[in-house]
């Protein structure tokens, strides 16, 4: 995790309590060969000292997505700053069906079924050693008012930083998990959709594994997602799009640390066949795609004026086949555009 997330978790720690009113994220869905949904807005944060973590919670926004779409804002107290907020964006390469969650933008997407919508959140993930990892499962359990039984692995870790946790950590306001939680079937059951006791670290990785939401975040998804629901997670940091009107979008997140000694902003990302097609593309303006992969602002960046798509555009592969997008072929970004990799 780059210094500057450190910095802004530490603080708002201290921060409690100043989330405003949450914006609504819902969106009509768009035509099956359309990945294009919302709209960026721009906010001036008023002068009340209010972190950045209040704001991007206003907004439904993660602490990740705001710092990618506004570098060097101070998370600390970023008052009169204008600030962009990225709620504009293209749905992820997979079937739009149950909940989707992408690691890499840090958001979960929830396509209720049989409504023409979806509902997307932020969300934090498994930090580094504990990763959240990709998969398709389905929701096994609901759980109200759930208790934490901490793993021998995580009770070591805290023991680490000089914390003994209990046994098991009863429902209530001091449970980290929040007051609702629905487990999947991947494994032994070790992942969870959660609350949180906490108002930072959404948007962040910082759980040991499982997906973390913001407590009213959890609370309506945990109300309308039943049993059952399928449930995949990819890892994507470059989405892209070819629009029913020709126009061309990527889509460009920081990629997930592996290491602490990573910078997300620099090292490589990789890329499926696909994505080098469309990167390499004639009808793709492969300097604008270049500026997009170096600043990974986390928002759609036009990348053509557009023109009439044909049987021979590159499309996702969930366009395609309405499959999810595996990635057989791998290329890093440098690779696809003819240069030598960045080392970290």
């Not at 998370?75 to 739009?96: F, S």
């Not at 670290?201 to 109300?223: K, Q």
């Amino acid at each position: 995790m780059k210094p500057a997330l450190r910095l802004a978790g530490a603080l708002l720690l201290s921060c409690f309590g100043l989330s405003a009113p949450a914006f609504a994220t819902e969106y009509p869905l768009p035509a099956d060969n359309s990945r294009l949904i919302g709209e960026n807005t721009v906010t001036t944060v008023p002068d009340d000292k209010r972190p950045l973590e209040s704001i991007a919670a206003h907004y439904k926004i993660g602490m990740l997505g705001m710092l990618e779409a506004n570098p060097g804002v101070d998370p600390w107290l970023p008052k009169g700053t204008q600030l962009t907020v990225p709620l504009q964006m293209l749905l992820p390469d997979a079937p739009r069906e149950g909940i989707v969650i992408n690691l890499a933008e840090l958001r979960l997407y929830y396509y209720p079924k049989g409504e023409n919508r979806v509902v997307v959140y932020p969300i934090g993930i498994g930090q580094l050693g504990a990763a959240t990892p990709s998969m398709v499962t389905s929701i096994s359990q609901k759980i109200p008012n759930p208790t934490w039984t901490p793993t021998v692995n995580i009770r070591k870790r805290y023991a680490k930083e000089g914390i003994t946790l209990p046994g098991v950590v009863p429902a209530g306001p001091d449970n980290p998990m929040g007051l609702f939680a629905m487990r999947l079937a991947r494994g032994t059951g070790q992942y969870l959709i959660h609350g949180t006791n906490a108002d930072f670290g959404i948007g962040m990785r910082v759980s040991s594994g499982c997906i973390r939401l913001r407590p009213d975040d959890i609370e309506a998804l945990f109300n309308s997602v039943p049993k059952g629901t399928r449930v995949q997670i990819v890892n994507e940091p470059i989405k892209y799009a070819v629009e029913p009107d020709g126009k061309r979008y990527v889509e460009v997140h920081q990629p997930l640390s592996r290491n602490e000694k990573d910078d997300p902003q620099t090292m490589p990302i990789a890329l499926t066949a696909k994505s080098k097609a469309f990167i390499n593309s004639q009808k793709s303006d492969t300097a604008l795609i270049k500026e997009a992969m170096a600043r990974r602002s986390g928002m759609p960046v036009l990348v053509s004026s557009g023109e009439p798509v044909t049987q021979d555009t590159v499309l996702p592969d969930v366009l395609q086949t309405q499959q999810s997008g595996a990635g057989a072929g791998q290329a890093t970004i440098s690779q696809a555009m003819g240069e030598s990799g960045e080392k970290p």
